[in-house]
């Protein structure tokens, strides 16, 4: 036998196996990480339990108010529901029918307006993509004195589109966020291959045969995610809304849950903490139901 033979090593040896160590400015670094990853994690659901906690306190006061009660009782959800002066489901009504028909129009006027930019050329196209976009960089607030002259006076000509009115709002709703919406559906629109219109086109469609029935069901995860934006983001606002509406039973549900804490901070933090509780469910539901088309017009829309 040889000594090369001799030498060599059986192919399954069972002496351990060298194992990379990581370095320890590595191992410290991972453990920052995780430990800041903990501290966003509690610091984001730190007012979600507080606010948990209050709704289900049965004294309902911000004074008494825990961050784990002792006591758990469904009277504020049950205050919010039967009290004459604070009609919450009012307010929930009223907050669903401005969101609803504002995520619509803002689909349908976005919607066509992509088209248009995306798949037209027409003099003007460029420069109206760069109005859109500079009319974004000025903030909203800039324009409440003027919304509330014009929709004062337009109320004494139209009062069901003056202010103290729902459809006064969605109005001014819908225009608000049409740049943004446009831009976003653009970017989706330009991903759809054009040879599908000229296609449409040679078998004699117009331009409007081929945005309902070819364009549309194709760009439908970008149209599910702009109306989910508009929902969210009208459901949320409250400083146009408390400006506009002036009634009770005209309030959406941020306004009147800030005329609770108005009326007694103390006294109705509990129903206050219910009312966001519940507040919270029609956007979940929304959520939970197009999760995927939310995130695929998102993530295809961007990457455009």
């Known amino acids: 036998m040889s000594a090369t033979t001799l030498s060599r090593k059986p192919a399954h040896s069972d002496a351990p196996q060298d194992r990379r160590r990581k370095p320890r400015r590595v191992i410290i670094g991972d ?37 784990l ?8 959800f049950s205050f919010l529901f039967h009290t004459p002066n604070w009609d919450f489901p009012r307010w929930l009504l ?16 976005g919607a066509a307006a992509a088209f248009a930019f995306s798949r037209l050329r027409f003099r003007g196209r460029r420069a109206g993509l760069a109005t859109l976009l500079l009319l974004q960089m000025f903030p909203s607030t800039l324009a409440f004195v003027a919304l509330y002259v014009t929709f004062s006076r337009i109320g004494d000509v139209v009062p069901s589109l003056g202010l103290n009115s729902l459809w006064g709002l969605i109005l001014v709703y ?54 989910m934006l508009s929902f969210i983001g009208t459901f949320s606002e409250f400083l146009l809304a408390g400006l506009f509406l002036q009634d009770n039973n005209k309030w959406t549900v941020a306004v009147g849950l800030y005329g609770l804490l108005q ?20 956007v979940m539901l929304l959520y939970f139901a197009f999760q995927k088309q939310l995130t695929g017009g998102l993530t295809s829309g961007s990457v455009k």
Not at 31 to 59: D, E
């Open 31 to 67: 453990i920052a990480l995780h430990a800041g990853v903990l501290v966003a994690i509690l610091w984001a659901i730190f007012p979600l339990v507080y606010i948990l906690s209050a709704a289900l306190n049965p004294s309902g006061t911000l004074d008494t108010s825990q961050l």
């Open 69 to 76: 009660p002792s006591q758990f009782s469904m009277k504020n």
């Open 94 to 109: 009223n907050s669903l029918i401005v969101c609803f028909v504002n995520a619509f129009i803002a689909v349908f006027i």
């Open 174 to 227: 819908s225009g608000g966020a049409m740049g943004a919406n446009v831009w976003l559906l653009k970017g989706y629109f330009d991903t759809v291959p054009k040879e599908l219109d000229e296609a449409a086109i040679v078998d004699g469609a117009s331009h409007a045969r081929t945005y309902f029935t070819i364009v549309l069901p194709l760009v439908a995860p970008i149209l599910v995610t702009v109306f």
């Open 263 to 282: 009326a007694d901070r103390n006294k109705y933090f509990g129903p206050f903490a219910a009312g966001a509780l519940l507040s919270t469910i029609p």
